[in-house]
């Protein structure tokens, strides 16, 4: 996958590899359609972030899912 690209794909695969690696239960609230390509840079952050670690303590669970609640596209 190349993840340079800003396609719907790429942040579908970002949403469900950072929804997977952290094991939330309530993610569900948190869905790929909720994002576009303008946050891309941002979603990408993120989930660069959420690779490089194994482990994330609840404050810093809480931090990433506040921060991706942040980039939700505005209805």
Do not use: C, W
């Amino acid at each position: 996958m190349n993840l340079s690209q800003k396609t719907t794909e790429n942040v579908e695969f970002m949403i469900e590899a950072i929804k997977e690696k952290l094991k939330v239960l309530n993610f569900g609230a948190i869905k790929p359609s909720h994002f576009d390509e303008e946050m891309y840079e941002e979603l990408r952050d993120i989930y660069d972030l959420v690779m490089k670690k194994n482990s994330f303590s609840p404050n810093e669970m809480q931090a990433i899912v506040e921060e991706l609640g942040s980039l939700r596209k505005q209805a």
